[in-house]
């Protein structure tokens, strides 16, 4: 069991469709942050949250539309994707951003196919 | 900037062997941590072993060691007495103490089969 906790683990949905993914971390970290891995692709830092402020927009589209109420949750919303965009979303926390010995903690990631 | 650079795109290891993960960085910040992380099949990627630009010691977790050279700017991982377990993809990542301020950046990941 994990301290980051991700759902839906898998996702279809339709171009057209709006779904939202979630995140909750219970590690009591500060920074959560959502990636991206495509087949063949390294992994794509997407959003940063310290202390629910957003920190980083590594220049994703506007289709995807982060959320961080608290610091212990995060959401991806996901409104007219693109088949491109199937693939698995990350989510991680650490202790807090502009640290540089601290681990970050993954969920187990949502597997989203695009029809 | 900072990058890292794993070599290796696929590694074999016979069962109860111990393998090395190569892994090169390059950054211009005097401060940073250097990480593993294990991503099995089933997508998750599990923290394995951390390693701080100034520790003078290796690091070691269990059956999995770093092999930090500073001057030649690699970190290494060695895991010992390879189990069937430990076949999965394998990222090795940094996070800057500076100007890049615990920014993180991955490589591209290793692939290890362990064969029985």
């Known amino acids: 069991e994990t301290g980051v906790t991700q759902t839906p683990r898998h996702l279809v949905m339709g171009m057209t469709n709006k779904k939202s993914l979630k995140c909750e971390q219970h590690?009591?970290?500060?920074?959560m942050y959502w990636y991206k891995q495509s087949a063949k692709k390294p992994l794509e830092l997407m959003f940063v949250y310290n202390f629910k402020e957003q920190t980083e927009n590594n220049s994703v589209p506007s289709r995807f539309s982060p959320e961080c109420p608290n610091s212990s949750h995060l959401f991806l919303h996901l409104h007219t994707l693109q088949p491109e965009d199937s693939a698995l979303y990350l989510c991680?926390?650490?202790?807090?951003?502009?640290?540089?010995?601290?681990?970050?903690?993954f969920g187990d990631g949502t597997r989203l196919s695009i029809l | 900037a900072q990058k890292i650079t794993q070599t290796q795109p696929g590694m074999f290891v016979q069962e109860k062997e111990a393998v090395t993960l190569d892994c090169t960085y390059d950054?211009?910040?005097?401060?940073?941590?250097l990480f593993w992380y294990k991503q099995p099949s089933s997508g998750e990627m599990i923290f394995l072993i951390y390693?701080?630009?100034?520790?003078?010691q290796n690091a070691t977790e269990g059956r999995y060691s770093l092999n930090f050279q500073k001057a030649r700017k690699s970190a290494n991982l060695v895991i010992s007495a390879s189990q069937l377990g430990d076949s999965a993809m394998y990222f090795c990542a940094m996070r800057g103490g500076n100007t890049n301020a615990g920014k993180s950046t991955f490589g591209d990941g290793t692939t290890l089969t362990v064969k029985p």
């Open positions: 590690l009591g970290h500060n920074a």
């Open positions: 991680a926390s650490s202790q807090e951003e502009g640290r540089s010995n601290q681990p970050q903690h």
């Open positions: 390693q701080g630009s100034y520790d003078q």
């Open positions: 950054t211009s910040d005097p401060s940073y941590g």
